[in-house]
């Protein structure tokens, strides 16, 4: 599947350097970015949601509060694809367990070549989605990018690889996602994740 020619970004970013690169960042992915907003407060999120004119949204802050957290994870994003970035201690398993609202948690350190595929994955799956398997979609997308970190595939084999363990199971993909979700997520902080 294609991505979008244009795309529309809206980045949410402290670290000057990312901000800096994001043009580099997307040259890879052979897309027009369209328009790039850049915003520095959460609560200007809402605002974004509503235009309903972006594609993509990234959240990279250096720290997150609890208050914070929560708020994203209350937002309904429709069609929009959200990507957040924590650090690697990071552990309010909130924000992981809010796929089914459309948020990717993905942990620093990420290499470019991970996040462009992350990308890939958030953009590929706007395609696909309706209201009626909006939150199936949602699982297997973040049971792909978990693939992508862990196994370092790119999105095509995540997605291959996704297939192949639902067959051998006999489950189909969403529950073989959810399956993967749990086995990553429980072993990178041993807490119960249930979903």
């Known amino acids: 599947m294609e ?63 609890v208050e914070e957290i929560e708020t994203l994870s209350k937002y309904d994003y429709g069609l929009l694809g959200v990507i957040v970035i924590v650090d690697a201690y990071f552990k309010y398993d909130l924000l992981f367990k809010n796929v089914i609202n459309g948020i990717i948690t993905v942990r620093r350190p990420v290499t470019v070549n991970k996040f462009i595929e992350i990308v890939k994955v958030t953009l590929l799956s706007q395609k696909k989605k309706n209201k009626d398997n909006m939150e199936e979609i949602r699982i297997i997308d973040f049971a792909k990018v978990l693939l992508i970190i862990n196994k370092k595939l790119n999105e095509d084999d995540a997605h291959k690889y996704l297939e192949r363990y639902s067959m051998e199971l006999r489950i189909n993909l969403c529950k073989a996602s959810k399956n993967i979700i749990s086995y990553y997520l429980k072993e990178m902080e041993n807490i119960k994740y249930e979903y």
Not at 5 to 14: F, Q, R
């Open 3 to 65: 991505l979008k020619s244009k795309i529309n970004i809206a980045v949410l970013s402290d670290f000057l350097n990312f901000n800096n690169n994001i043009d580099k960042l997307f040259s890879t992915l052979k897309v027009k970015i369209v328009c790039y907003t850049f915003v520095d407060k959460l609560d200007q999120i809402k605002n974004i949601i509503d235009s309903n004119k972006y594609d993509l949204l990234i959240i990279n802050k250096s720290s997150y509060s």
